[in-house]
């Protein structure tokens, strides 16, 4: 139910964060360097600066000197819905609003140090944000009983070990430390068995004397704030290559991250009937308390990535990625309730969805290009694919599809110890269609039957400054 479904959206976009790929499909926050932006996160193999800790931290061997790198994204998602339909659980139209936008601005700071401990071994530590977003409709929209509201922010923290094996071969391991916590609001029809109309038809039967059917559609709305956080841990192992002169590739692998969000959801009743109801203890003697503990688990996917580099000249490039992310591991959640409740086929303690996501791939392709000695220009282009299968398994808080990202940037060396890096991209997304069926009514979900229509695209601007110990 309310919180159910939303707890786990919440629970997944955790899980995600520690896959924290390369591409933004899904969950991911998309890119975590601006330095890397600018190629459209081609450019892993390059390692330019400390940010290589993210993307191949087998890259900190080929840094020419002990660093830190601090970046910033402003990210710009623009998604507009227009409901087509909405239904309670036992039929009829879902009254309020049926457009609007519902994304807002998210801002995610990066921050990466390297030290040189000798010409073999280089020390890193990266605190980055593999994910940050946030979703919420109207609360009058007619897909509250959706997910009405998600905000999910993840911070990884991971300490590295660089080693140069040899002129060709270097490697790398990381530990990752992720935080994640979540929000989240979804609104239930606590009329979804007829229990509210028939207690509201009881007390006005007793009042008139006489039978009375009284219909509380529509005003037994409540709604649940769920809120959650976890601790969950990873690896990452790196290799990269040099095979001559101009060309060097390398191989990344992060690991899946399990996650048991723990937290709480808050209960309050909203339409007339449902307070009514609430204050004389029917809700509570169905489940529904003001507080009460939620928890849910979910493994966050792997991912394996391969780059390459090739030097065209002295001032010329070429960059390449291709990211393959196991996104099929979130094929169903389940969110588990303190409190078992009564619903519309018998009692349950928990809410499950099956997204039934697929594994994707990212492929892309950059360049950069020196102008002068202190300015290089940047630019790439990439296919990021999307775990949802289609309409019927899209869920409203997420509308995501297939992306195309542009990318463009410069970096701006300033003497020998300051570097700046500026980077723009937009991301076209697929327009995105919702689509699902009213509640089984055998677990805490009271939904009835939706569709929608999304029209998407985003806009990242980064900033970046990296200080050289030289």
Do not use: C
Not at 160 to 165: F, I
Not at 386 to 411: H, Q
Not at 418 to 446: E, F, L, M
């Amino acid at each position: 139910m309310t919180p159910s479904t939303l707890k786990k959206t919440v629970l997944l976009l955790g899980t995600a964060f520690a896959a924290a790929s390369v591409h933004a499909s899904g969950y991911h926050f998309g890119t975590q360097s601006v330095n890397a932006q600018s190629t459209a996160n081609a450019a892993a193999a390059e390692a330019a600066d400390a940010s290589t800790i993210f993307y191949n931290p087998a890259g900190l061997t080929k840094l020419d000197s002990s660093q830190i790198s601090v970046n910033a994204n402003i990210v710009l998602p623009s998604i507009r819905y227009e409901a087509d339909s909405a239904q309670y659980y036992q039929g009829g139209d879902v009254s309020g609003s049926k457009s609007g936008k519902i994304t807002k601005t998210t801002v995610a700071p990066h921050l990466y140090g390297a030290y040189k401990v000798n010409d073999d071994v280089t020390l890193g530590l990266g605190v980055y944000v593999p994910f940050g977003s946030a979703t919420e409709y109207e609360k009058d929209s007619v897909l509250r009983h959706n997910i009405n509201k998600l905000s999910l922010t993840s911070i990884d923290i991971e300490p590295v070990v660089a080693w140069k094996a040899n002129e060709n071969h270097a490697f790398g391991a990381g530990l990752i430390a992720q935080y994640s916590k979540a929000e989240l609001r979804k609104y239930s029809d606590w009329d979804a068995s007829g229990a509210i109309s028939q207690l509201a038809s009881g007390l006005a039967s007793r009042t008139a004397g006489r039978p009375v059917s009284v219909s509380a559609q529509g005003k037994s709305d409540g709604h649940a704030e769920v809120k959650g956080h976890d601790w969950g841990f990873g690896y990452q192992l790196a290799w990269m290559w040099d095979i001559n002169d101009r060309a060097r590739v390398g191989v990344n692998y992060r690991s899946k991250v399990t996650h048991t969000l723990k937290g709480s959801a808050e209960w309050e009743a909203d339409g007339a009937y449902a307070r009514r109801a609430w204050d004389l203890g029917a809700l509570a003697a169905r489940g529904y308390v003001p507080n009460e503990k939620a928890s849910v688990k979910i493994v966050t996917p792997e991912s394996l990535s391969v780059h390459g580099m090739y030097k065209v000249s002295d001032k010329a490039n070429l960059f390449g990625d291709v990211t393959w992310t196991r996104h099929s591991r979130f094929n169903k959640a389940e969110l588990v309730f303190e409190n078992t409740k009564k619903i519309v086929n018998g009692q349950s303690d928990r809410t499950t969805i099956t997204p039934n996501w697929r594994n994707t791939y990212k492929v892309g392709f950059g360049g950069s290009y020196q102008i002068s000695e202190p300015l290089q220009l940047r630019a790439g282009i990439a296919f990021d694919k999307s775990p949802v299968k289609n309409a019927d398994y899209r869920m409203n808080s997420l509308p995501d599809g297939n992306r195309i990202w542009f990318s463009a940037g410069m970096k701006y060396n300033i003497g020998k110890n300051h570097v700046v890096d500026a980077a723009y991209t937009h991301i076209h997304i697929n327009d995105t269609s919702y689509r699902t069926a009213k509640a089984s009514g055998s677990d805490v979900d009271s939904k009835g039957a939706s569709s929608a229509r999304f029209k998407n695209h985003a806009d990242i601007i980064g900033l970046q400054y990296t200080y050289k110990f030289k």
